[in-house]
């Protein structure tokens, strides 16, 4: 019988050499499935606590002072251990910690078997947020009341644990097999645990799964519904059932009628019904999704006329699949048929990941993990979209090469094409009323002349704030440093990759010429190199600018004399670039004329020579082909970066006339929504930058049902100095102290929003000086992760302050009593160097008209709009948002940015006595 002894300690911090010990220890013995033992116990480290680790732990001197010594409850806990799996979450620290306690109080160190229970749960839960403890065990609804105690970590270990062994063991035969064939390169050992599994799965047969070529899938069989029309009109539908409160209280928990959304959703249908545009400024807490789902479902079925929804993050899809259609789905009085299109890069590739399987040259332990992760979510995922999966960061080059390319399934030869994931999402979306997809695909699929979204003549375009930047995006070239090498590292050379791997085999060898290949890459490589430093120098020579990343950047300017240097070393490199694509063809006809020709190894190569002959095209673009006017050309770089850490970019200056001949005018009718589309009440600003003054477009403004008044304050401190009295280094040290000052009153749950990295950075120094240890000050860019993540460690503790920049000013969804202040420290406006900026701004300037007003302004407010959504997510929440730009106030332009927000108070006074007024308003 299996025998486990799940444990957890508490530290004093992470290094055991560098004095720091174990305060807590506790575990829970488990045989055959059941707990047979708990064991917890505080240990005195013999020296004292950081504060850091009492707030995160609650563990006290007090609790420790009388507590026993380690060596005291090393034999107890050594004769639990006799015979048992050593398990743990992140075993690597506490094996370690406790193998240095054991030697130190004089025993052996434990060598037996371990279990890593965050490996298992990458394995066992590959769908999940995250693998923390607290996240999982939320996750699966399991009591975890006291993280970061050991006896509270032991005991959720020992649960989840015991989940993970149930999941896995049940798992289909021949999964069990493939994951087998991987457990060797794991941390835990699993050996006899899969064998035990392998023989119990061997003796029953499990329904529910597709089992093809040895792998085993969910099986997708859908129920198909019947064609049903709509037993009524939208308008009977509107006053019996969306003016019924009671009745929808019936099917939707927790509903409340709100008289915009149903303004919205008669506006929207109307405009379907007129052929004609809309734009529509839904303010928070509108219910807009539903707003427009419900017109566009009604419109769809009466008409027979497929509607897509594109929205710009994959927050919002992910969110209308997982809430809102379900709900969509309760409340109509038919059956409405909806399909999820994103780009060809998002869906596994099963051919592909098959032929991995069997031999894969850049083997590596994170791929391994991957390997498993999408073993097991095989038998789960009705769509192979990766956005389901929670691979590691690394995994990324890893997810490239299995995911679907135009290559992956072409035709119906392809062993798997009767479950090909991207096929299905396609035929779907053709079969649906509703098509739910993203901006890029639909810009991108405009570009391609329309190769994946079946034809449409009405679409709903939300977060239309960014239409205009993701047209930008999609319409420009981008080439930076890692482009072309990553394509060279996957080729390979002697010691890596394909190339090694014909090496090393003799035959593929002398008959390949791998070596020429080997020795053209290493060239290559070397005039790529030296380009790249150009570029860099070029930059270093020219007038520098920041963008708000603290990211350097400079418009390139092809009659200067430092440029011909750039130029030479260009045309040198794209012969070297040429040479290298022809040499990979010859490689791949060779490999073709093969009698024992590897179908993995040519579709690789395939892969490879396909995204060269891309990076050649775009470097052709970018440095060769004489400039485009319609285009800014520029240079980017981190200048603490790598000396080629170089991109070069080219965006066009306008998007409008090219999104109105070629897409809008294509259209019956186009619905724009956002909760930041006016600027002081009008639409003229987004009207004149998508270029819809030649369309028939109405619009509406739905204000909030929030009661703003109530809930939230806008403070402006009349003593913060400007910045052009008192300097930028005066404005920081102002600014930090300020923020110091609020987050006292507020006790942390403060969001900072900033203009610029530098001034973050700056910021984030006076405040760490300033502020005591129980205070946790998170800034993206000193700490690492992505803006999810930030934003999660920010609420897991009391006391928190956030400092963002960029993508912080939206996005972020912190409801509740985890936020209740945002500080705007400078007015959001555009950097005036920002290549593309600067260029719309010169435009704007030939036109005689002012760059400011008509392009600077309207952006800064709708952003400003943005940052101050931040704070006010429900109808219960409450907070002040303080303004440290008295530009707000003394500038004429300020008063948009007061006037496009809803009615608030508005406290303009010195900071005492703000801080008096936010004491009792928070």
Known sequence: ????????????????????????????????????????????????????IQSLTNIEAEHVDEAPLFEEVAPQLLNDLDGAYFVAHNVDFDLSFINDELVNAGYEPYRGLVIDTVELAKIAYPTSDGFKLSQLTANLNMDHNQPHRADSDAEATSQLFLKMIDKLSSLPLDTLKKLDRLQKFCKSDLQSLMHEWMNAASMKELEGYDYYRGFVLRKTAEEIKEEEAPQCSFETYYKETLLNEEKLKGVMT???????????????????????????EAGTGTGKTLAYLIPAAFYSKIHSKRIVISTHTVQLQEQMLKKDLHTLAKILPFAIKTGVLKGRSHYLCLQKFERLLEKDPFDSYDRTIAKAQILVWLTETKTGDVEELNLATSSFRFWKEIASDYTSCTTPKCPWFSRCFYQRAKQKAKESDLIITNHSLVLSDMKSDHQVIPSYNHIIIDEAHHFEETATEQFGEMLDYLSLTHIINDLGSENEGVLSYMKKETFYNEELHVSEVIETSKELKQEWNELFLLLRQYLNHSQIKRNERGRANTIINRSEKQWEHVLEAAKRCFMQLSEWTRIQAELQDRLSQMNNSEQRLAEMLQTIYDRSVQIMNGFNMLLLDDDDENFVYWLEADLKGPKQSVSIQKKPIHVAEKLADAFFAKKDSVIFTSATLSVKQSFQYFIQRLGLEDFPVETKLVQSPFDWGNQVKLCIPEDMPMINEAGESGYIEAAALNIYRISQLSEGKMLVLFTSYDMLKKCYEYLRELLTDDYMLIAQGVQTGSRSKLTKNFQQFDKAILLGTSSFW???????????????????????????????????????????????????????KQGFGRLIRTSNDRGAVIVLDRRIVTARYGKSFIESLPQIPVLENSMDELEKDLENWL
Do not use: C, H, W
């Open 1 to 52: 019988m299996n025998r486990f002894l799940i444990i957890d300690v508490e530290t004093t911090g992470v290094s055991f050499s560098k004095g720091d010990r174990i305060i807590q220890i506790a575990y829970v013995v488990v045989e055959g499935q059941q707990i047979i033992k708990r064991f917890s116990s505080y240990i005195n480290p013999e020296k004292p606590i950081p504060r850091f």
């Open 254 to 280: 927790g509903y409340e009628q709100r008289e915009g959304q149903l303004n919205m959703a008669q506006f929207i249908y109307d405009q379907f019904e007129r052929n004609s545009f809309g734009l529509i």
């Open 810 to 864: 939206e996005g972020v969804d912190i409801p509740g009593n985890d936020l209740s202040v945002i500080v705007i420290v400078r007015l959001p406006f555009s950097p005036p160097d920002d290549p593309v900026f600067k260029a719309k701004s010169d435009a704007l300037k030939e036109q005689k008209q002012s760059p400011f007003m008509k392009l600077a302004l309207p952006q800064a407010v709708i952003r400003f």
